[in-house]
C-alpha cells in the first residue's frame, strides 16, 4: 500500500470538490523518476527552485572535481550520489514547493494506486459534513466498550495479568 498526501488551496469541503483539478497528490516515499533523470522530473513537476540547485549542483561538482584533479569516476560517484538524494527525498521538494504555492494539507490516503486513492478521498469528502480544520466531534460519554473495559477491571479475579495471584486456583 502506497501512502498519498493530498494538497488543495482550500480547506472547505465543498471548495475543494468544486475545485477538484486543484488538488495533487503526492506520494510519499522513495521517487524514481527522481533517481533516474532529476533535470527532467524536477521540470516536469514545476520545481524549477529544485531544478535550478540541481543543475547548480552539478556545476559546483564539476568544478571541484577538476580544481582537485580527481578522476571522472569520483566525479560520477558524487552524481549518482547527488541523484540517490533527490531520489529519497524528491516528493517532499515536491510537498515544500506545494505548500510556498499556497496549497495546504488537506489529507492522507492510503491505497495501492494513485486512482484508487483519488476516488477514496473524493468520496470521503462528499460524505464528510464539516470543513477538514474542524475538530472531530466528542462522543457525549464512554462508549460501551470502555464501560465493559471498567467493570471487567473492577471485578475480583484470580489472575493478575498474565500469572495467577499467590495462593490463587491455577
Known amino acids: 500500500m502506497t501512502t498519498y498526501t493530498v494538497h488543495h488551496p482550500a480547506k472547505n469541503p465543498a471548495e475543494i470538490i468544486r475545485h477538484c483539478e486543484a488538488t495533487e497528490f503526492v506520494k510519499d516515499g522513495f521517487c524514481w523518476p527522481g533517481l533516474l533523470m532529476p533535470p527532467v522530473w524536477m521540470l516536469g513537476r514545476h520545481l524549477w527552485l529544485g531544478s535550478a540547485g540541481y543543475v547548480a549542483t552539478v556545476i559546483v561538482l564539476l568544478v571541484t572535481a577538476s580544481v582537485l584533479a580527481l578522476s571522472d569516476q569520483v566525479y560520477l560517484l558524487l552524481v549518482i550520489l547527488l541523484n540517490v538524494v533527490v531520489g529519497f527525498e524528491g516528493n517532499n521538494f515536491r510537498r515544500w514547493t506545494l505548500r510556498r504555492h499556497g496549497l495546504s494539507d488537506v489529507g492522507v490516503v492510503i491505497e495501492r494506486r494513485l486512482i484508487d486513492a483519488e476516488r477514496r478521498f473524493f468520496q470521503g469528502l462528499l460524505e464528510r459534513k464539516q470543513p477538514l ?38
Open 133 to 170: 480544520d474542524a475538530p472531530a466531534p466528542r462522543p457525549g460519554g464512554p462508549s460501551n466498550q470502555t464501560i465493559q473495559i471498567a467493570s471487567a477491571l473492577s471485578e475480583p479475579d484470580d489472575m493478575v495479568g498474565l500469572f495467577p495471584a499467590p495462593g490463587a486456583k491455577a
